[in-house]
């Protein structure tokens, strides 16, 4: 059972516009949620993370929006830029260490 | 440098042949994970750990063994492999946070198992 879901495998936005990325998660008891980047050849590094008391958290071009009625959250990446182009994971924990991933969303922005 | 690192980086085998991934990390955390990341299934956590010999079992364990015998430390055991653990695995450390802070990963370990 897949309790951290990312339903878009990919993405492609123009250089400049809008990224959004989705997850939706299904325990309600999760309330540290993170995104993760990954570069090919490499690990994931943390991107920005937010606790389930906030409804947002801003880093630069980088915002996370929890919705947590709708056990949702988003990454909003403002203005994209070609570097990047790479996959996001979205993560979730629950008062453990342990993260629970999802299945990522591949980013491409094209110029 | 504050640093996660693996070794080998990238390793072809033959099944049943024992191998050994070995994982480092310089920042002093508490917390050390193993994933494996597989097409179209996220990462998954095979084996974590707590502190020193403190270890368990995460959602894939099967066919994995690990040890933690220092801090800094976190091997991973393939005692028999099979081409089912063919995959991208990573390491990651934290520290004991209670869910709160991100783990750092490793560049990651592409085992093929023949």
Same mark, same amino acid.
């Given at each position: 059972?897949?309790?951290?879901?990312?339903?878009?495998?990919?993405?492609?936005?123009?250089?400049?516009?809008?990224?959004i990325l989705n997850c939706d998660y299904t325990?309600?008891?999760?309330?540290?949620?993170?995104?993760?980047?990954?570069?090919?050849?490499?690990?994931?590094?943390?991107?920005?993370?937010?606790?389930?008391?906030?409804?947002?958290?801003?880093?630069?071009?980088?915002?996370?929006?929890?919705?947590?009625?709708?056990?949702?959250?988003?990454?909003?990446?403002?203005?994209?830029?070609?570097?990047?182009?790479?996959?996001?994971?979205?993560?979730?924990?629950?008062?453990?260490?342990?993260?629970?991933?999802?299945?990522?969303?591949?980013?491409?922005?094209?110029? | 440098?504050?640093?996660?690192?693996?070794?080998?980086?990238?390793?072809?085998?033959?099944?049943?042949?024992?191998?050994?991934?070995?994982?480092?990390?310089?920042?002093?955390?508490?917390?050390? +994970?193993? %994933?494996?990341?597989?097409?179209?299934?996220?990462?998954?956590? #095979?084996?974590?750990?707590?502190?020193?010999?403190? !270890?368990?079992?995460?959602?894939?364990?099967?066919?994995?063994?690990?040890?933690?015998?220092?801090?800094?430390?976190?091997?991973?055991?393939?005692?028999?492999?099979?081409?089912?653990?063919? +995959?991208? %695995?990573?390491?990651?450390?934290?520290?004991?946070?209670?869910? #709160?802070?991100?783990?750092?990963?490793?560049?990651? !370990?592409?085992?093929?198992?023949?």
């Amino acid at each position: 059972d897949q309790q951290v879901k990312q339903n878009s495998p990919s993405l492609s936005v123009q250089e400049g516009r809008i990224s959004i990325l989705n997850c939706d998660y299904t325990n309600s008891m999760f309330d540290y949620f993170l995104w993760y980047k990954k570069y090919p050849a490499e690990g994931p590094t943390f991107l920005i993370s937010i606790s389930s008391i906030k409804d947002k958290n801003e880093d630069g071009r980088f915002t996370v929006f929890l919705n947590k009625s709708a056990k949702h959250l988003s990454l909003h990446i403002v203005p994209s830029q070609p570097g990047d182009s790479a996959v996001y994971f979205c993560a979730a924990s629950g008062g453990t260490d342990k993260l629970i991933f999802g299945t990522g969303t591949r980013l491409q922005v094209f110029p | 440098e504050a640093q996660v690192t693996q070794n080998p980086r990238y390793l072809i085998t033959v099944t049943g042949k024992k191998l050994t991934v070995t994982c480092s990390q310089n920042m002093n955390h508490e917390y050390m +994970s193993w %994933y494996r990341q597989d097409p179209g299934l996220g990462l998954r956590q #095979i084996y974590y750990s707590m502190n020193v010999e403190v !270890t368990d079992k995460g959602d894939v364990p099967e066919g994995y063994k690990v040890s933690r015998k220092e801090k800094r430390n976190f091997p991973l055991i393939l005692e028999s492999p099979s081409p089912n653990q063919t +995959s991208l %695995y990573f390491c990651a450390s934290s520290f004991f946070s209670g869910g #709160i802070n991100e783990q750092f990963f490793g560049p990651g !370990t592409r085992l093929t198992v023949l």
